[in-house]
């Protein structure tokens, strides 16, 4: 099957920092690629979804200015936290779906553990 | 997008089938009903999807009522490596559609 990947694995960064996280689709070329957050024994929460070649789109409450989401090409799209704090502290995970006729299959990354000190 | 309700938590021994019922009462003609499985600290899996009847993989089943609104995950002699939460999701899960998850259900599987 498809297969989604996301580095870092997980990163811990000082308070008023920035970090970046990749999502990438390794055997397949996706469009359209979503971006989830989830805190301990919580849901995925939907945050953006993220568009090759235009801007993504934020779902209500989630600030676009501090979740910088950029989709550069078919298989990388990136997330940023600016400036982040102890709140973001938080499980990221990505994912797509290779647009096949006849798969309607989402195939999520192993996710990013973000650890804001 | 369908709301879709699970129960919160399900435990279960080894060797027994469970059953995990999703309602979605408010699902379009287009809806598609999938599973997925979470482990802590990882993404998301699929198990299965369906749209109406009966489907059948080589890890579960999924039954799917003639009125849609609602449907049961079906996993056969559960193990202990089967805990896991289990997300019901329902909508068009192709290219751009967005993916949705309710709270999920916790399975705890026992010895």
């Known amino acids: 099957g498809a297969v989604v990947s996301q580095h870092p694995s997980w990163v811990i960064c000082k308070s008023g920092t920035s970090v970046k996280i990749e999502c990438r689709s390794l055997d397949f070329q996706a469009t359209t690629m979503f971006w989830y957050r989830q805190f301990p024994k919580q849901s995925l929460m939907l945050m953006a979804t993220s568009n090759e070649g235009s801007k993504a789109t934020y779902e209500q409450g989630v600030e676009k200015d501090k979740f910088l989401i950029n989709h550069a090409s078919l298989t990388l799209s990136t997330l940023t936290v600016t400036s982040a704090h102890p709140e973001d502290s938080s499980f990221y995970i990505c994912?797509?779906?290779?647009?096949?006729?006849?798969?309607?299959?989402?195939?999520f990354g192993p996710g990013t553990r973000l650890t804001v000190l | 997008l369908a709301k879709t309700t699970q129960p919160i938590s399900m435990d279960s021994y080894e060797g027994q089938e469970v059953n995990i019922t999703c309602s979605h009462n408010?699902?379009?003609?287009?809806?598609?009903i999938t599973w997925y499985q979470q482990f802590p600290s990882q993404g998301p899996r699929f198990i299965i999807q369906g749209y109406k009847t009966k489907v059948t993989n080589e890890v579960a089943s999924l039954f799917i009522p003639a009125d849609r609104k609602s449907s049961t995950l079906s996993l056969p002699r559960v193990s202990l490596s089967d805990t896991a939460v289990y997300y019901c999701l329902v909508g068009i899960n192709t290219g751009g559609f967005k993916t949705i998850f309710g709270a999920g259900t916790r399975l705890f599987v026992k010895a």
């Open positions: 408010n699902i379009a003609t287009n809806d598609y």
């Open positions: 994912s797509a779906n290779p647009g096949l006729a006849g798969n309607n299959e989402q195939f």
